[in-house]
Nanobody, 126 residues
Framework: QVQLVESGGGLVQAGGSLRLSCAASGRTFSSYAMGWFRQAPGKEREFVASLSRSGGTTYYAASVKDRFTISRDNAKNTVNLQMNSLKSEDTAVYYC???????????????????WGQGTQVTVSS
């Protein structure tokens, strides 16, 4: 089992940047594929990005591609989401998720992920 804690959320102006981090407990972090999801007010939670166990395979939602970058540091048990050129529509609660099986094809369905953090709020002002 793994426990996930997100940090780095906050208020930023449109066009700005934020870096979210997700710290994972346990000694087997490298055996989990990781993902980021978000949920805006009144909307369903949606896929943002995912990363394979090795960090060599990444997938992004079309809405964030070329603006967001997901990365991991297996030595520090962390996964990060660098968010650039933020837009008001990026406002949401962002969740980190872990999946026991590797991600080598796009897997945007949240039910395919096994563990979740509590979320961190990102607000982009226009």
């Amino acid at each position: 089992q793994v426990q996930l804690v997100e940090s780095g959320g906050g208020l930023v102006q449109a066009g700005g940047s934020l870096r979210l981090s997700c710290a994972a407990s346990g000694r087997t972090f490298s055996s989990y594929a990781m993902g980021w999801f978000r949920q805006a007010p009144g909307k369903e939670r949606e896929f943002v990005a995912s990363l394979s166990r090795s960090g060599g395979t990444t997938y992004y939602a079309a809405s964030v591609k070329d603006r967001f970058t997901i990365s991991r540091d297996n030595a520090k048990n962390t996964v990060n989401l660098q968010m650039n050129s933020l837009k008001s529509e990026d406002t949401a609660v962002y969740y980190c998720a872990a999946r026991r099986l590797d991600i080598l094809v796009p897997i945007p369905e949240e039910r395919q992920y096994d563990y979740w953090g509590q979320g961190t709020q990102v607000t982009v002002s226009s």
